[in-house]
Structure formats: structure tokens, C-alpha cells
């Protein structure tokens, strides 16, 4: 099992590293990864001395994943708006209480209905935008990319174009700005 979540790892670590130099992430961000996967981007900003709390439906595929260090894993599955978004808000056990992120990142997301994921509703990307809105810090940045590239009339407004299809065919960027 080892193998396979380690499978291609220096290639996954290059382009890790060109998430976050897309995104310009700035030095100690507190980051939330949604749907992280192998977790190699994760383990990467993790590397980068950056406090990573990351989110895939099934708990245990976190912890499986043998890239240590582990990011701080919340089992959590955006369904529409019956979805308690503030679940993600990450708690500083030093402290004792909820913060703010500076960046958000969901990198080739499945989650819309397109791939046969949960979103099948405009209100239901308003639902998601607001709700990460809420636990982002003023001036936090969020980037949900969807692959295959999504159609929404909603999202248009947080378009934008990257230098390649790494983030996902759809790129949308969120910055909170108050």
C-alpha cells in the first residue's frame, strides 16, 4: 500500500511546488486543503513550515496516505447547502480557539455534478463561496479548481486563468475582503 500513495512522488512534489507558486503563498500560512487526496500537496506545504488542515470524506485515506508529516485531518464531504461549512474552521490547541485561514485550497476538485459529484445547484456554490468565506481571515485567499471545467453562472465572477492545468481545468480565486 506504501507504494502506491508514494508512487511518482518526486514528480508529485514538483508540482506541489508549482500549486504554491501559482497561488504565491506567503511564509507560516495556516492552510486548509479540501479533498487532499495522496495528500502530496499537503505534505509539501507541510515541508514548507506552513500549519496544513486537510479535508477527504473518508478519514482513514488521511492518515493512509504515509506522507509524514501528517497534515490535521477533518473527515468532511460538501453535499449542497445542508452542509455545516464552519465544521472546517481549524482550532489552535496552543490558543484555545477557532482561527482563520489564509488560503483555501481545493486543486482539481470532483465535487460538482459534471463529474458525478454533490453540486448540482447555483446556490449550492453560493453555499460553498460564503461558508469558506466565513473561516478565511481578511485578506486569506481561496482557489477551488474543478476538473472537468465547470459551468457556472455563479462562479464566473471568480474566474481566472493559470499558467497550466494544475490547480484544475476551471480555476476560481476568493479573496475576502472584509
Not at 493512509?64 to 461549512?85: F, M, Q, R
Not at 445547484?121 to 485567499?141: M, S
Not at 479548481?145 to 476560481?172: A, D, W
Request: aromatic share 10%; hydrophobic share 30%.
Amino acid at each position: 500500500m506504501i507504494t502506491e500513495w508514494l508512487y511518482d512522488y518526486e514528480e508529485r512534489m514538483k508540482e506541489s511546488k508549482q500549486i504554491a507558486s501559482i497561488i504565491d503563498i506567503k511564509p507560516n500560512s495556516k492552510i486548509l486543503e479540501i479533498g487532499m487526496g495522496s495528500g502530496h500537496l499537503a505534505h509539501y506545504l507541510l515541508k514548507q513550515g506552513h500549519t496544513v488542515f486537510a479535508t477527504n470524506d473518508i478519514d482513514d485515506e488521511i492518515k493512509d496516505c504515509h506522507l509524514n508529516p501528517y497534515a490535521h485531518a477533518i473527515s468532511w464531504k460538501y453535499e449542497g447547502t445542508k452542509t455545516d461549512v464552519k465544521k472546517l474552521q481549524c482550532f489552535c490547541e496552543i490558543c484555545n480557539e477557532f482561527g482563520y485561514y489564509d488560503y483555501i485550497i481545493a486543486n482539481n476538485n470532483a465535487m460538482h455534478s459534471e463529474c458525478g459529484g454533490e453540486i448540482h445547484k447555483e446556490e449550492d456554490y453560493e453555499h460553498l463561496v460564503k461558508g469558506l468565506l466565513n473561516i478565511t481571515r481578511v485578506g486569506g485567499e481561496i482557489w477551488l479548481g474543478f476538473n472537468p471545467s465547470l459551468n457556472s453562472e455563479y462562479m464566473k465572477q471568480y474566474k481566472i486563468s493559470t499558467p497550466s492545468n494544475l490547480i484544475g481545468e476551471s480555476v476560481h480565486k476568493i479573496e475576502r475582503q472584509q
